[in-house]
């Protein structure tokens, strides 16, 4: 269960833009606030049947924007490329260093490592 929330949340956080005002309250209230059925049900005023329902119809709707729209996938893919980057970077460093090399080339790589780090962690 906390794996679908998670991947709920994720895709929320992407396109969340594309629902309603209600789609985005329940999900919210539901995924990142964490209220039960019953307690969103109390909150609009509708059954639990309602709420499950319209929580269920959200759910495949964010699942087919990612389906079509990729956003998700897309990041994942750039940040295994710049990773990879960034590990050859670090490789190509360490034997550098091994074998005492040109000050500029160990700048030069210093300065894309630290560039590339700052990229991941934003």
């Known amino acids: ?10 895709l929320y ?5 594309l629902l309603t005002e209600k ?3 329940i999900v919210d209230l539901y995924y990142n606030q964490d209220l039960s ?7 609009f005023d509708v059954s639990r049947q309602a709420v499950y329902d ?14 079509k729209l990729n956003f998700i996938r897309l990041i994942d893919i750039k940040n ?12 190509l460093e360490n034997e ?14 210093f300065y894309i490592k630290e560039e590339l780090y700052k990229f991941l962690n934003n």
């Open 54 to 67: 319209m929580l269920k119809r959200t759910e495949r709707l964010l699942y087919q924007y990612e389906e």
């Open 37 to 43: 059925l019953g307690e969103i049900a109390d909150e």
């Open 80 to 91: 295994k490329k710049i990773s990879d980057i960034l590990n050859s970077v670090i490789s």
């Open 23 to 25: 789609q985005k309250n």
């Open 13 to 17: 956080d992407f396109y969340n833009q």
């Open 1 to 10: 269960m906390l794996e679908k929330t998670v991947e709920i949340s994720v």
């Open 96 to 109: 550098l260093a091994s074998i005492s090399s040109s000050e500029k080339l160990t700048k030069q790589i």
